[in-house]
Structure formats: structure tokens, C-alpha cells
């Protein structure tokens, strides 16, 4: 079975597979930023406006495709690596600066 980054997203924190999650959700769980998420969020909005080649068919709104772009940039998918690099890195570094913060 090949599973969608939602259903590995829920594998991963013990949910049923297509439960949905909110942005508050995947934040609390991942230790992801709310603003981090958001920028992925708008990104995945402007990607599904601006370049409908790119968008599946089975996609029918700009909120759909950039749900689906959280749950690839929670889980570690393309994502991540390619158009939103530069927050993943951000992320990383916010979570650096916290842990240095406890120490």
C-alpha cells in the first residue's frame, strides 16, 4: 500500500490514517512553528495559483494542495527539501537556539 504524507503523517503520531489535523495540530506534535507552517501554508496556495500544470487533478482548491504541502514538509517529503528548504533550515535553527535555551 503506498501511503499519501497525511496517512504517514498519522502513522507516525499513532492517529488513525485519515484523520485530519489542523495546523495548530501538526505544530504541537512536530514542534514545527505556527509561522514556519504558515509560510508553507501560503507557499502551497501561491504554487497551486501560479503554476496549475503542476497540481494533480484529483486537487480541487489552493487550500487542499497546501494542506498536503504541510503534511510533506512535516514528514520529511520533497518538499522539504526543494521549494521550502530554506524553512526547513529555519526550523532547524529555531530548535537549536530552544534546546540551547534549556541547557
Known amino acids: 500500500m503506498v501511503y499519501t504524507n497525511k496517512q504517514k503523517f498519522n502513522r507516525k503520531y499513532n492517529q488513525k490514517l485519515n484523520e485530519p489535523n489542523s ?5 504541537k506534535l512536530t514542534g514545527i512553528s505556527m509561522k514556519i507552517l504558515d509560510d508553507v501554508y501560503y507557499r502551497g496556495i501561491g504554487a497551486f495559483k501560479t503554476n496549475p500544470t503542476s497540481v494533480r487533478k484529483n486537487v480541487t482548491a489552493p487550500e487542499q494542495w497546501a494542506m498536503a504541502r504541510i503534511y510533506s514538509f512535516a514528514v520529511g517529503g520533497k518538499t522539504q527539501k526543494t521549494a521550502d528548504a530554506d524553512l526547513w533550515e529555519k526550523h532547524l535553527k529555531n530548535m537549536k537556539r530552544k534546546s540551547k535555551k534549556y541547557l
Open 23 to 27: 495546523k495548530k495540530d501538526i505544530s
